[in-house]
C-alpha cells in the first residue's frame, strides 16, 4: 500500500445506505444521458484551456462543474464566508469523487488529484483541462516538486484545493490532515481557507449514498447519486487561516488548525498554532 493512501474506516456495507427518497427508472436514465453529454461537451474546451488564460480556464471549468452536478440531480447549498483577495490554499474533508466537481462549482480554483486520475481515458482531458495539478502518491520523491508547483499557483493568485485526509469518509467522521501540502501556504505566503463538504437529503438528513469508500467502484457510487432524489451539497466557507509574520508556523500547525476549524474540536494546548478569529495565534 502507499504511503499516500492511509486506509479510512468506512466500508459501503457498514456506512452507506439507500436514499429515503429514491428517483425513478427513467430519471435514473435521464441523468445518466445528461451526465454523458456534459463530459463530452466539456472535451473540446478541455483540449484547448491551456491556451487560455487563468480566469477563463477557472471560469470555464466551475460552469462545466455546476452543469454536472445539476444534470446529476446535485443541488449546491453554500455557506459563502467573507470574501479574500489573491489565492488560498483550499481544503476540505474528503467523502466522494464528487468533492472537487463541488469545490470546483463553489470558487474558482485548480486541484490537486492523484495521478492515477491522469491514467483515465477522458477525464484525463477533463481534469487536465480545469488546470489540475497531479500528485504521484506511490513516489514520494516527487512530492517536493508537486509542493512547489502548488505553491507557484498560490504565488500567481490562484486558489488550489487540496484533500489533506488522503482517503475518504461517509461523511460522519474525519480522518487525520496530512501535513504536506501545507507546506505550499508556508511557502508562498497565503492563507489557508477549510471548507465543510456535506452531503444530505431535502430535509437535512446526512445522505451517504455519494460517498466513495472502501473497496467501491466509480460506477457503483454513481448510480448511487443518480437514484437520490433531492441530493443537497453541503459547503461552508469558513474564514481564512493567516499566518503572515509568524517564522515559526509549521505545516502540522497549519493542518491541525484547519482541521479543528473542520471538526469543532477544541484545539488542543501544545505550544503549537490554533485558530483564532481568523489568524494564527500561539495556544494558551
Wanted: proline share 7%.
Amino acid at each position: 500500500m502507499s504511503l499516500w493512501l492511509p486506509e479510512g474506516p468506512c466500508t459501503v456495507a457498514s456506512c452507506v445506505s439507500a436514499p429515503v427518497d429514491a428517483a425513478g427508472r427513467v430519471r435514473r436514465a435521464s441523468r445518466l444521458l445528461g451526465a454523458l453529454l456534459v463530459v463530452l461537451a466539456g472535451l473540446p474546451w478541455a483540449l484547448v484551456a491551456g491556451r487560455f488564460g487563468d480566469t477563463r480556464q477557472a471560469v470555464a471549468t466551475m460552469l462545466w462543474a455546476r452543469a454536472f452536478l445539476r444534470v446529476l440531480g446535485v443541488r449546491l447549498a453554500v455557506r459563502p464566508g467573507e470574501p479574500h483577495a489573491g489565492g488560498a490554499l483550499l481544503v476540505a474533508n474528503h467523502i466522494s469523487w464528487l468533492d472537487p466537481l463541488v469545490v470546483a462549482a463553489t470558487v474558482p480554483c485548480r486541484a490537486v488529484a492523484k495521478a492515477e486520475i491522469a491514467r483515465w481515458p477522458v477525464i484525463r482531458s477533463l481534469v487536465a483541462g480545469g488546470g489540475t495539478i497531479f500528485i504521484d502518491r506511490d513516489r514520494l520523491s516527487t512530492l517536493p516538486a508537486t509542493v512547489r508547483v502548488v505553491a507557484g499557483a498560490l504565488r500567481d493568485g490562484r486558489s488550489v484545493v487540496a484533500f489533506p485526509e488522503g482517503t475518504t469518509w461517509c461523511g460522519r467522521g474525519m480522518g487525520p490532515f496530512r501535513p504536506a501540502m501545507f507546506q505550499a501556504a508556508i511557502d508562498s505566503g497565503a492563507p489557508v481557507r477549510p471548507i465543510g463538504l456535506r452531503f444530505c437529503d431535502r430535509e437535512g438528513r446526512l445522505a451517504t449514498g455519494p460517498a466513495f469508500v472502501g473497496d467501491d467502484t466509480l460506477l457503483a457510487s454513481l448510480l448511487r447519486v443518480v437514484a437520490a432524489r433531492g441530493l443537497v451539497a453541503e459547503v461552508t466557507m469558513f474564514p481564512v487561516i493567516t499566518h503572515e509574520g509568524r517564522d515559526d508556523v509549521t505545516r502540522r500547525a497549519l493542518a491541525e488548525a484547519a482541521r479543528t476549524v473542520l471538526t469543532g474540536e477544541p484545539a488542543p494546548v501544545t505550544g503549537e498554532l490554533v485558530p483564532h478569529r481568523h489568524e494564527l495565534t500561539a495556544a494558551a
